[in-house]
């Protein structure tokens, strides 16, 4: 409700993507959140406004349509936003990347063997890091992005 409000009245939309939006999915603690603007939203105007509540702009880290934002904790501490550990992402509602989240999102929800296992992909992969986070989002950035990609390549031919 921060967000939605600190962006108010802009149309925009709020979506709880990732694996904690996947009931049953073991996933870190931690939660994906993409804000979707419609076209005639500026995004200039989004980014100002998140400024506000404390957060900054770090650009798209290499994924085009989806930009992402995180927290300025030592000047802007604020007892919701920051109790929480959270992913900010901020996309046009026609970005691919945002429609690859929701329709990865989605899938899972629906389909108990993929889910099950993209959740020993997942296990698999932090066994592999170590506790090492770095490592972890270099390996799922290459492994589980190429089994995101033909579950959702299998979705399309279906």
């Not at 409700?1 to 904690?20: K, N």
């Not at 957060?55 to 936003?81: A, S, T, W």
Request: glycine share 6%.
């Amino acid at each position: 409700m921060v967000i939605m409000s600190a962006l108010a009245p802009l149309d925009i939309y709020i979506e709880h993507v990732g694996s904690t939006a996947v009931r049953g999915l073991a996933g870190k603690p931690i939660i994906d959140i993409d804000v979707a603007f419609h076209g005639e939203v500026n995004f200039d105007e989004i980014n100002k406004r998140l400024i506000k509540i404390g957060y900054h702009h770090v650009g798209d880290q290499g994924i085009k349509g989806r930009e992402v934002f995180k927290r300025d904790i030592k000047e802007n501490q604020h007892p919701i936003l920051d109790s929480i550990s959270h992913h900010l992402y901020v996309c046009p509602s026609h970005s691919e990347e945002l429609k690859r989240h929701l329709n990865f999102r989605d899938h899972l929800r629906e389909n108990a063997s993929s889910r099950m296992e993209y959740e020993r992909l997942k296990l698999a992969l932090a066994d592999e890091a170590k506790q090492d986070k770095k490592k972890y989002a270099q390996l799922k950035e290459s492994m589980a992005k190429e089994f995101i990609e033909s579950l959702l390549s299998i979705e399309d031919t279906e």
